[in-house]
């Protein structure tokens, strides 16, 4: 418990040191709680091995009077001193009991009388000195020389002698008989342990007994015993029911080979044995003593009381502190149950696993013989990046360009996209490990750098940001800069033009925003200074001259000097214009000025000014003020594009303007973005006339000021969740926290349609006919949408809390939501999936379903909850749930999304938390599973996948958590969504022999899409 006390105090620490603490917390009281449990069950079962020892106490004193009738007196006179010595130390738990069990009190004290002498006023029958293998009961009490002065000897004047034995009683050369030697061994474990602290009282420990490892299946043969005894106490089999073990114990001993708990079973299990005629007349005389005993206990019952739960307590505290074996057993135990870690074990025909302590029983189908021969192996298939859904244009800044091959360089997530605008093709750039922040392109207008940020790996260690130098035409990477040099991030990039590309200028996310100069030929780092403590926004090199350098942000615009290796700053000066909060964009003018655009809306001209003299006085240096102010947009300026003849465009953000500016600034033509697409983010020319856009709703737009602009490139804006393949057609619906439900065409590679909810979707199941599909929502609310007028055809609410989950049956005829409030609700489905009439309501789970798959045949349903249950629901007999879970281990499953069960069991790490997996999907080939993690990744497995640590193939690509993956109707690619990402991901399976290095995440793809 101490160790349990101390962690708990750990926990109130900082919540820098402890972001978790909560977690912590609950994993410390489920720690002792079953600590708690572990106590309960250890004193029962002593309890019960003392009961034990002193109903057999009588049987063998009339076996060894049976064998020597002379033996009476010296039995008599080592009872006597035996009752003397242990009446005082443990009589207060024998009454604390018969208070706690009162039936089970009566007959122990009528035990209790035959050992007990005429006149004792203590009840010595339950606790006992503890036999050896091969001695009696010992005593340190004087042998009195009559028996009638025993009443009158205090105990004070006792002294320690010579101790006897039960086998001194018998004539010389005869022994025991082997029914006595057999009764006698069995009772074992008992040892008197000495720790005298004021020289009169000692206390007992079941060292033996107790030490010993307590196991799931040992608490449960324990518990079943209880209903068999007939003396013994119910209340211990409730106190460690009541509470289930958590984490996974050593594996238990053989118990039917322990001498301890051959006799503890029969005993239990049995009859009590009759007495010998021999013995019934002391056993009626016992009796009678052990009545006046009982009459005396009655006596001051509350003084007597209060003393035996002082008693009862410091016995129980002393449990731990005189056995150590098993204080560090259950400090192992409870370290590894409150550890967020999965574990498994396996015990007849079932396997269990443990979650976060908690134990997920999964039984073995029938099909299966022997569990341990079942050999794992990486699927043959493999996957290869075939198309990337969206852009990543909310908040990033210049990072869509145009390479001189005719391919739009973009990033979202890990991946930069070359997309060539023509062919409407991609390849894939995929050697950054986290999420790309910045891009830029060399002058010779092939060689790219793009930058990413630190991200961290599953430990929640922090990983090092970089810089690659890569080649767009070959995709080989070329240099790699700053690895361990930047933190938190790379956050803007640009090379030299002057000297045709022989420098790299980096500014990261730290907090001073350290802005570096690098070698590219060489890779090596020039020079470094600290730039700010405000945001940056961008970075550039003067175009004619590479010792100069410009950065803007936050309040302020920097004119940087590299001289002799070291960088000096000069800041802007606004002099009478108003001082703009953010300095948003800038580029070089034909004539060498500099133009920003800021959030004022406003574009400013920056030139040289000599020195003021006047009011600085001599030696004044040259300063960088504004020469112009040019009103331009209704809101920021997000971005400036400087066209070959030296007119400037500029791209608004509240009013989603396009300007087109003569040199001089004179407004020229405009165009406005839909508003559907937001706000432009940045600009790129084409050829003079016809232009890229990207905006901050994650769409890259196509055209001209006089033919208007379509999307090329479109995505989501927020987190994603629901994913829905359709089962004919090479469709597939996302929806999100943007209340976007978007339909795409993997074909085509392109969003056929979509619309806006008044709410987020989170789940989505197309209709087995592929007319309708149904989208829940944040709220309760379900909608059931048609694919070909895009309009709501059925609006129904479930409840108040958000839906997880939304399945149809195989034949169509029900459709199952789950949600948040614990429910699955089930309807009826009728008219192709345009009506709906609610069938029944599966109710059981005691958290929020998490997902949920129908039998082939529809008329049962697999779920699994947020606290880790699997249940089973037999809907065609009315929602019912499956008490006997064992019946349903050889169903089949029309499809298999459940991320618990003993068909997917190997897909869950070592150390898992039970969060670490989002969802899974097989295919519908049932021969590999996809499994979308929190660790960014994509993993595939053979199917079934049963056993722990199987192998996979894994992929990397999305930047964040990704929260769903589903094969398409005819297993040809595999769909994953990222969460914050906003990222889709378009994965084609290869067979094996099909391609090779499919499984290699970075090698190039190319993949191409029709025109519309």
């Known amino acids: 418990m101490d160790g349990s006390t101390n962690s708990l105090d750990d926990v109130s620490g900082s919540s820098a040191e402890y972001p978790d603490r909560v977690f912590m917390m609950e994993g410390r009281l489920q720690a002792q709680e079953d600590e708690i449990m572990l106590l309960k069950s250890s004193l029962a079962d002593a309890l019960r091995r003392l009961r034990l020892h002193d109903q057999l106490i009588p049987l063998l004193k009339q076996q060894i009077i049976a064998v020597n009738p002379a033996a009476s007196r010296v039995l008599n006179q080592v009872y006597c001193s035996d009752s003397f010595s242990s009446s005082r130390k443990l009589s207060s738990s024998s009454a604390l009991d018969s208070h706690r069990h009162p039936a089970t009190s009566q007959v122990l004290n009528s035990t209790e009388g035959e050992n007990g002498s005429n006149g004792d006023s203590t009840s010595p029958g339950l606790i006992h000195q503890t036999p050896t293998y091969d001695r009696a009961t010992q005593t340190d009490l004087t042998p009195l020389v009559q028996d009638q002065e025993l009443d009158r000897v205090p105990l004070a004047l006792t002294r320690p002698v010579q101790s006897l034995s039960l086998e001194d009683a018998l004539p010389e050369g005869m022994s025991l008989t082997e029914e006595a030697q057999a009764k006698f061994h069995h009772i074992q474990g008992l040892e008197l342990e000495e720790k005298d602290e004021e020289g009169e009282e000692k206390d007992l420990s079941w060292a033996s007994s107790v030490e010993e490892a307590i196991h799931p299946t040992a608490i449960r043969n324990l518990q079943r015993d209880d209903h068999q005894d007939p003396n013994g106490s119910t209340e211990s089999l409730s106190s460690a029911s009541q509470t289930p073990i958590s984490g996974s114990p050593a594996p238990p001993k053989d118990l039917s080979a322990s001498s301890r708990s051959g006799p503890l079973s029969t005993i239990l299990e049995g009859k009590k044995k009759p007495l010998s005629p021999l013995a019934q007349p002391c056993h009626t005389m016992e009796t009678k003593r052990a009545r006046r005993n009982s009459e005396k206990l009655v006596k001051d019952p509350q003084e007597k009381t209060k003393k035996l739960l002082d008693k009862k307590a410091a016995s129980s505290a002393n449990l731990l502190n005189r056995s150590p074996s098993l204080e560090s057993r259950t400090k192992d135990l409870i370290a590894r149950a409150g550890s967020p870690g999965s574990r498994r074990g396996t015990q007849g025909q079932s396997i269990k696993m443990f979650i976060r302590g908690r134990p997920i029983t999964m039984y073995v189908p029938s099909n299966i013989q022997n569990y341990e021969d079942l050999r794992m192996e990486p699927p043959v298939e493999k996957l290869e990046l075939d198309w990337v859904y969206g852009y990543r244009g909310r908040d990033c800044r210049a990072n869509l360009y145009l390479l001189s091959s005719g391919e739009a360089v973009y990033f979202i997530a890990c991946v930069v996209v070359l997309y060539h605008i023509n062919n409407r093709t991609q390849r894939h750039y995929r050697k950054h490990t986290d999420c790309v922040r910045c891009l830029t392109i060399h002058p010779d207008k092939v060689r790219v750098a793009s930058g990413q940020t630190a991200g961290v790996d599953k430990d929640g260690k922090p990983l090092q940001p970089y810089v690659h130098i890569w080649d767009s035409s070959t995709l080989i990477t070329l240099q790699q800069i700053g690895l361990g040099t930047f933190e938190r991030g790379v956050g803007s990039v640009a090379f030299s033009f002057a000297d045709a590309g022989a420098f790299l200028c980096v500014i990261d996310d730290s907090n001073e925003h350290m802005l570096s100069v690098w070698d590219c030929a060489k890779g090596t780092k020039h020079t470094e200074v600290k730039s700010t403590n405000e945001a940056v926004f961008a970075v550039e090199f003067n175009p004619s001259d590479s010792t100069n350098i410009i950065t803007c942000g936050k309040s302020h615009i920097y004119f940087w000097t590299l001289s002799a290796g070291s960088l000096t700053k000069k800041q802007g000066i606004f002099g009478k214009y108003k001082k703009p909060k953010f300095i948003q964009c800038f580029v070089f003018s034909l004539t060498g000025d500099v133009l920003t655009g800021d959030s004022e809306g406003n574009i400013l001209t920056w030139g040289k000014s000599p ?115 359709h089962p004919s057609q090479d469709v597939f619906l996302t929806c999100g926290h943007d209340r976007q439900v978007c339909v795409w065409n993997t074909a085509e590679h392109k969003l056929d349609w979509c619309t806006t909810l008044e709410e987020y979707g989170l789940c989505a199941d197309f209709c087995p006919n592929g007319a309708v599909v149904s989208v829940g929502l944040s709220t309760g609310r379900w909608l059931v949408l048609d694919l070909q007028t895009k309009e709501v055809i059925s609006d129904y609410t479930d409840g108040n809390e958000q839906l997880s989950v939304m399945r149809y049956s195989p034949d169509g005829s029900f459709l199952a939501v789950g949600s948040h409030d614990n429910f699955i609700y089930v309807y009826n489905v009728t008219e192709c999936g345009r009506r709906y009439s609610r069938y029944g309501k599966c109710n059981g789970h005691s958290s929020f379903i998490t997902h949920l798959d129908w039998s082939k045949d529809g008329k049962y349903i697999m779920s699994n909850s947020g606290d880790y249950e699997i249940l089973y629901w037999d809907v065609a007999g009315g929602c019912k749930l499956l008490r006997n879970r064992y019946e349903s281990k050889d169903r089949e499953w029309a499809s298999y999304t459940c991320v618990l069960g003993f068909h997917v069991m190997g897909v869950w790490l070592e150390g898992s938390d039970g969060t670490d997996i989002n969802a899974l999907c097989r295919s519908h080939s049932e021969r590999v599973v996809a499994v979308a993690d929190d660790f960014c990744k994509v993993h595939l497995f053979q199917y079934p996948c049963p056993k722990p640590k199987a192998p996979n193939h894994s992929y990397e690509g999305h930047g964040s958590h990704v929260t769903n993956v589903r094969f398409t109707h005819c297993d040809s690619h595999l769909l994953s969504m990222g969460g914050k990402d906003t990222c889709i991901l378009q994965w084609e399976v290869k067979r094996a022999g099909t391609s090779d290095g499919g499984d290699r995440l970075h090698s190039a793809s190319f993949t191409s899409s029709p025109e519309p």
């Open 611 to 725: 020195g003021d003299v006047k009011t600085l006085g001599k030696g004044a240096k040259e300063t960088f003020q504004i020469m112009r102010q040019t009103r331009a947009h209704d809101g920021s300026v997000f971005t400036l594009c400087m066209l070959q003849g030296g007119a400037l465009l500029s791209g608004g953000g509240k009013d989603r303007k396009i300007i087109r500016w003569s040199a001089d600034l004179a407004p020229e033509r405009e165009c406005e973005i839909p508003e559907k697409f937001g706000a432009v983010r940045c600009i790129t020319d084409v050829n003079g006339e016809e232009l890229l856009v990207g905006t901050t709703r994650n769409a890259i737009l196509r055209g001209t000021f006089s033919d208007g602009f379509v999307a090329i490139v479109q995505g989501h804006v927020d987190e994603m969740w629901g994913l829905a393949t």
